[in-house]
């Protein structure tokens, strides 16, 4: 992966990480606001995921609640296995 494309994972992931924590940080924003902070989360962490299959940081985040639901509850898992074969 080139070094723009790693730049681009990263810069992502930390703007989902970011709407996650503003969904929770602050406790007297209105709950649309909370689910709208949510939803960029998970749309931008999904980007994470497509553009490294093998970012654990994204996959466990993903895999967090409340932005982990029924359908994603695999994705802590990937992000557990992605790293164990990288320690091999």
Known sequence: MTSEKQ????ATYYLAYADYRLSSLFEDIPEDEKEQYLDSAISHLEKVTEMDLDFAEGWALLGQP?????????DFRHAIRTQIGKCH
């Open 7 to 10: 730049f681009e994972v990263l």
């Open 66 to 74: 409340p932005l982990w639901d029924e359908g994603n509850r695999h």
